[in-house]
Nanobody
Framework: QVQVVESGGGWVQAGGSLRLSCAAS????????MGWYRQVPGNRRERGLV??????????NYSDSVKGRFTVGRDNAKNRVYLQMNSLTPEDTAVYYC??????????????WGQGTQVIVSS
């Protein structure tokens, strides 16, 4: 089983910055990608991709709404990534979830989610 844990959420004023961290642990053979998604509480829309880090090669993907403001990267270990969020706006207020995909020790694919961390940006 693979566990994913996020940390670093909180409250910040508009224009400020926050850094989120995500760690995956457990019976993993490999991690293919780790991504950050967000969902607005009470909004029935599904979680939307914010940023993604592809472990093989280090490629990154961002949603249009965060390009130039957010940065995703590996955080000193193969199973940890961060999301540096700058120039935050109230529209960034959401629960942020980390997702890890890869293969377990038995080589079966996995996709695991963390429990989420709340980010609140006040105007």
């Amino acid at each position: 089983q693979v566990q994913v844990v996020e940390s670093g959420g909180g409250w910040v004023q508009a224009g400020g910055s926050l850094r989120l961290s995500c760690a995956a642990s457990g019976s993993m053979f490999s991690i293919d990608a780790m991504g950050w998604y967000r969902q607005v509480p009470g909004n029935r829309r599904e979680r939307g991709l914010v940023a993604e880090f592809i472990t093989s090669g280090g490629a990154t993907n961002y949603s249009d709404s965060v390009k130039g403001r957010f940065t995703v990267g590996r955080d000193n270990a193969k199973n940890r990534v961060y999301l540096q969020m700058n120039s935050l706006t109230p529209e960034d207020t959401a629960v942020y979830y980390c997702n890890a995909v890869g293969r377990r020790l038995d080589l079966r694919e996995f996709a695991s989610w963390g429990q989420g961390t709340q980010v609140i940006v006040s105007s």
